[in-house]
């Protein structure tokens, strides 16, 4: 093998390996993201099908019922709800009435299966994609009333 062919065959065999290592970080990278999704765009159809994701917003008042370690409630931006199924212990600052952030999938029947609850940490805090869901509920709300 002349010279000329050894670089040549070097420099495939890098880029061939250059190649699977790329596609085996983005299949990671892929598989470990959660894209944040409002209750609107979950009823709209918007959110993923058999992937995780996240859903942001208010909890709604009067919705937490509690079944021995599993707990189903609403998650709201005012404008639209999606009720939520978790079984595990909760953040001890989740409430009623306060932001909260949950990570999980829809199942068969249009429930979300949260594997993950996050709650805000202080009274002032709220979650800023769940912020942005309430403000965009209210932005959308307004623009209805006023057609």
């Given at each position: 093998?002349?010279p000329?062919?050894?670089?040549?065959?070097?420099?495939?065999?890098?880029?061939?390996?250059?190649?699977?290592?790329?596609?085996?970080?983005?299949?990671?990278?892929q598989?470990?993201?959660?894209?944040?999704?409002?209750?609107?765009?979950?009823?709209?159809?918007?959110?993923?099908?058999?992937?995780?994701?996240?859903?942001?917003?208010?909890?709604?008042?009067?919705?937490?019922?509690?079944?021995?370690m599993?707990?189903?409630?609403?998650?709201?931006?005012?404008?639209?709800?999606?009720?939520?199924?978790y079984?595990?212990?909760?953040?001890?600052?989740?409430?009623?009435?306060?932001?909260?952030?949950?990570?999980?999938?829809?199942?068969?029947?249009?429930?979300?299966?949260?594997?993950?609850?996050l709650?805000?940490?202080d009274?002032?805090?709220?979650?800023?994609?769940?912020?942005?869901?309430?403000?965009?509920?209210?932005?959308?709300?307004?623009?209805?009333?006023?057609?």
């Amino acid at each position: 093998m002349k010279p000329r062919h050894k670089r040549i065959a070097i420099i495939v065999g890098a880029l061939a390996g250059l190649g699977v290592a790329t596609g085996l970080v983005l299949n990671a990278l892929q598989s470990n993201v959660a894209f944040f999704f409002t209750p609107t765009q979950v009823a709209a159809g918007e959110a993923p099908k058999g992937r995780a994701f996240r859903v942001g917003g208010m909890v709604r008042e009067g919705s937490i019922q509690r079944d021995q370690m599993t707990v189903h409630f609403v998650v709201t931006d005012t404008a639209k709800d999606v009720r939520v199924t978790y079984t595990g212990i909760l953040p001890d600052l989740f409430k009623e009435g306060k932001g909260a952030v949950v990570q999980g999938k829809l199942n068969a029947s249009g429930e979300f299966q949260a594997t993950e609850v996050l709650a805000k940490h202080d009274e002032n805090y709220m979650p800023p994609e769940a912020q942005h869901a309430v403000d965009q509920a209210h932005k959308a709300a307004k623009t209805v009333d006023k057609k």
